[in-house]
C-alpha cells in the first residue's frame, strides 16, 4: 500500500468550530488531493496542490482552506464548520512520473453536529 | 460541477455475467481512468486509458475510449461476487497542475 495517512479517522465536532484534517504521505509524490464524498455526489474535489505552496480550488471549495508547507503533508480546514460538510473526505496522492495512478487514504468520518 | 459521469447509477448482475458501465465527460482530457471502491474504503485504481487510445485489456476488464463522443466504458467480463463496488471514472487535465476529478459511480451488484 501506498504511504498515505489521513488524521483524524473519525471526528464529531459542533457547527462554528474550525477543524483541521492532515493527509500526510510518505511517497514524496508531487500532487494531493482532498475530496468529499456524499451520497449522490460521488466524489467531489474540494481543493488540490501541484507542489509545495501551490494549490489550486476544486469544485466545492467555498468552506474550506488547505496548506501544504512541505511536501509529504497537506491539510484542509473548515474554517467554521457547518452541518453541510458532514461528509466522508479523502485524500489522494498523484505523481507526475509513471501512470498517474492516484493512491488514497483510508477516508475521514466528519460529522458537523 | 463534475467532469465525469457514470452510467448506470447501479446494475446487479449474476455471477458469471459481463457487467458493461458507461462514463461521460465534458471538456478535453488527457487520460481516463477507473478506479474502484469497496464499501467504507478508499478508491483503488483499475486501469489508465490515454486520450490517443481506443481500447486497453487488463486482464478481465476492458476499456475504451471515444473522444470524439466523450465517453468511455468499463468491461469486466465473467464477473464475479468479489467484483461487487463502486467503479468511478476519472479524468485529468493533464498540464503541471494535475487536476484529477472523478463523476458519481456505478454501483456494482453481482449475484452469486
Known amino acids: 500500500d501506498a504511504g498515505i495517512t489521513q488524521s483524524p479517522r473519525h471526528k464529531v465536532t459542533e457547527t462554528g468550530t474550525p477543524v483541521t484534517l492532515r493527509c500526510h504521505q510518505t511517497e514524496n509524490h508531487r500532487y494531493m488531493y482532498w475530496y468529499r464524498q456524499d451520497p449522490g455526489h460521488g466524489l467531489r474535489l474540494i481543493h488540490y496542490s501541484y507542489g509545495v505552496k501551490d494549490t489550486d480550488k476544486g469544485e466545492v471549495s467555498d468552506g474550506y482552506s488547505v496548506s501544504r508547507s512541505k511536501t509529504e503533508d497537506f491539510l484542509l480546514t473548515l474554517e467554521s464548520a457547518t452541518s453541510s460538510q458532514t461528509s466522508v473526505y479523502f485524500c489522494a496522492i498523484t505523481s507526475e512520473t509513471g501512470v498517474y495512478e492516484a493512491f488514497f487514504g483510508q477516508g475521514t468520518r466528519l460529522t458537523v453536529v | ?112
Request: net charge positive; hydrophobic share 30%; with cysteine.
Open chain 2, 1 to 112: 460541477s463534475q467532469q465525469g459521469e457514470e452510467d448506470p447509477q447501479a446494475l446487479s448482475i449474476q455471477e458469471g455475467e459481463n457487467a458493461t458501465m458507461n462514463c461521460s465527460y465534458k471538456t478535453s482530457i488527457n487520460n481516463l481512468q477507473w478506479y474502484r471502491q469497496n464499501s467504507g474504503r478508499g478508491l483503488v485504481h483499475l486501469i489508465l486509458i490515454r486520450s490517443n487510445e481506443r481500447e486497453k485489456h487488463s486482464g478481465r476488464l476492458r476499456v475504451t475510449l471515444d473522444t470524439s463522443k466523450k465517453s468511455s466504458s468499463l468491461l469486466i467480463t465473467a464477473s464475479r461476487a468479489a467484483d461487487t463496488a463502486s467503479y468511478f471514472c476519472a479524468t485529468d487535465s493533464g498540464g503541471s497542475n494535475y487536476k484529477l476529478t472523478f463523476g458519481k459511480g456505478t454501483l456494482l451488484t453481482v449475484n452469486p
